[in-house]
């Protein structure tokens, strides 16, 4: 493996590992033992953490060491600010245009969610559900031809994705359907108010989730 394509590995994993709360806000992070594990050297494990460190999701402090970062609300505002901006100009794009095909397409998405959502049973539930939002949101972007601009948004997301595994463990996530189904009727039959009105409102949810979660764990969040 070339050193940059391990810098590369060691970066998404250690990312996802931090988005889906495998690791949690002031989880250590030791450089070494992390590189044994992915099976690679400790210079570019080294780079990927400094890498997460320019992200803000790793704090690297010579005195403390490397640790997990806390959830950023200042920069998780900003970025579902920046969100809400791109995704509502694609909705109002395609606003009017979508075919029959595709209704039933958004339509299949939501109603797979919901089942999901209701079978505590089903193996991988909490991955596939996140999988099926972000599915959902990315439809608009393929459907005009803007799927890349989409890939890049979600990458940026930092901090707001790492709230995302809370919200599917709270009474919030059940407003994801209809959320969903809000956006598709405005996208069908509403105005662009219509269309700014529902993703506002589904976006917007992400605060509840906050307030949940750091009603049980305050610690892992920072206001800064």
Known sequence: MSSLSARETAYQTIRSRII???????????????????GISRTPMREALLMLNLARMVDI?????????????KLMEMEQFA?????KEILNRLRGHVTPRQEE???SNIETYRELEADM????????????????????????????????????LQHVERIRKFSL????????????????????HGSADDVSEALESHLSRYKQSVAQARSVHPEYFIDE
Not at 20 to 38: S, V, W
Not at 61 to 72: E, L, R
Not at 130 to 153: P, V
């Open 20 to 38: 889906t709360m495998e690791l949690k806000p002031g989880d250590p992070l030791n450089d070494r033992e992390l590189a044994e594990e992915l």
């Open 61 to 73: 402090k010579p005195q403390s060491g490397t640790h997990v970062a806390p959830i950023n609300l």
């Open 83 to 87: 969100r809400y901006t791109l995704e």
């Open 105 to 107: 397409e958004y339509r």
């Open 121 to 156: 049973s089903q193996p991988d539930r909490t991955a596939r559900m996140l999988e099926l939002d972000n599915a959902f949101h990315r439809k608009s972007f393929e459907l005009c031809g803007m799927e890349a601009h989409y890939d890049h948004m979600l990458a940026s």
């Open 169 to 188: 463990q709270t009474e919030e996530n059940k407003s994801v359907c209809s959320s969903h189904t809000a956006i598709l009727e405005a996208l069908l």
